[in-house]
């Protein structure tokens, strides 16, 4: 069974590829993991239609092109089938959560998506699963309708190829606004690096990347205020992306 490991902070996440029915020889088959900046653009997505219809249910057959138009994205049919094989992917991936202290172990299952309706293709040639309806969990919607705060869509557009840059964006925009008004916060460069920096064993590597991805991020976010330090990254309020909910 295929897995996928990172470390946020105090935090470890555990993905494991999952199954998924197929409606002809009625067996459980894998799906594989989901990866790239795909699954991060379902979520914004999901997320944001999630908000502005006040419904954990989200038909995703017609709109989910036009959301990808709307980024500039591929609308052809091969990219729409590795968009919508993603999206399988993601909901059937088992997620875990790992907090280790004071040598103990705790661990929470994470369910973002908790139902989704599949089709199958009958051409041999198209073996992606179809989805078609998603039913967010009960507990992921309620935090997106409480503290959710929307992304800018031209901002998710230009990031869309560049995945790191993608996640910078989306904590800037999270984290910025949450800092109180006329004070600071330092996040370390290792805390940094736990967060954003798999594939990275040199943290002074590490900081050369994620400087250039920082630049990239700021670019779609120029409302973000942060300074670099030799610590760290100093934060600032800042207003968000987007000021209303209805815009997003």
Partial sequence: MRTWERHQGAIHLLIKVG??????TKKWQPVGLPFGTKPRLILAYLSTQAIKTQSPVINVEKS??????????????????????????LFAADLQLGRIQDERVKITKATLL?????????????????PTEILLSLGYFESLLNHAVPLDEQAIARLANNAMAFDVYTWLAQRLHRVPTHRQHLVPWASLHDQFGQGYERIRKFREV????????????????????????????????????ADA
């Fill in 210 to 245: 994620l400087k250039a991805t920082l630049k990239t991020a700021l670019e779609a976010y120029p409302e973000a205020r942060l300074e670099e330090d030799r610590r760290g990254l100093i934060l600032y309020h800042s207003k968000p992306p987007v000021s209303e909910r």
């Fill in 64 to 89: 989910l092109t036009a959301f990808v138009r709307r980024l500039g994205l591929h609308t052809d049919g091969r990219s729409i089938r590795t968009l919508k094989d993603q999206l399988t992917r």
């Fill in 19 to 24: 199954e998924a029915l197929h409606p002809r």
């Fill in 114 to 130: 908790t139902g989704i309706e599949l089709w199958f293709p009958k051409t041999k040639q198209q073996r992606v699963f179809w």
